[in-house]
Nanobody, 115 residues
């Protein structure tokens, strides 16, 4: 099982980025997918998650600015990030919970928001 995250980069405050995460080399169905982030010196925190049936959950700090979605056929999730702030700067990680198998992490993608 591999998770490939992409879409990070450098953006000015107020800008937007869209992160993508694709699951490959897996025959298992996906229950939920999520995005986490870890800033220097801080613990990894949940940013957003999406379950089967498209139920979503967001960290309070990103509500109204970020939106998570998924493509069941492509086994992918997306994180649309708008109105970015310098405090959103972090390494962003995606994860997927595979039914009957467990959770997997993708490699991180750096998001840097300049003021």
């Amino acid at each position: 099982v591999q998770l490939q995250a992409s879409g990070g980069g450098l953006v000015q405050a107020g800008g937007s980025l869209r992160l993508s995460c694709a699951v490959s080399r897996s025959i298992f169905s996906i229950d939920s997918m999520g995005w986490y982030r870890q800033a220097p010196g801080k613990q990894r925190e949940l940013v957003a998650s999406i379950g089967n049936g498209d139920s979503t959950r967001y960290a309070d700090s990103v509500k109204g600015r970020f939106s998570i979605s998924r493509d069941y056929a492509e086994k992918a999730s997306y994180l649309q990030m708008n109105s970015l702030k310098p405090e959103d700067t972090a390494v962003y990680y995606c994860d997927a919970m595979l039914i009957g198998v467990g959770g997997y992490w993708g490699q991180g993608t750096q998001v840097t928001v300049s003021s």
